[in-house]
């Protein structure tokens, strides 16, 4: 077993929230352990710029149709 899955397991059983799908982008970046550790204000900060950048990211993207914004 990876050591993320055994941080993964103890995040499950210690935290009661269920999993968003900003917190598995933030886990994907950072790991279970490092979500683990990180209290919960800070984590909602996180969770915060993380969303933050996604909305502007997309907001940058360019149309599939090929056509410039």
Do not use: C, H
């Amino acid at each position: 077993m990876k050591s993320n899955e055994v941080w993964e397991k103890i995040y499950l059983i210690y935290n009661k929230q269920p999993l968003s799908q900003e917190l598995l982008m933030l886990v994907e970046l950072r790991g279970w352990r490092e979500v683990f550790f990180t209290n919960k204000l800070q984590l909602q900060m996180q969770l915060r710029r993380l969303a933050t950048k996604g909305e502007t990211a997309f907001l940058t993207q360019e149309p599939d149709d090929g056509t410039k914004t």
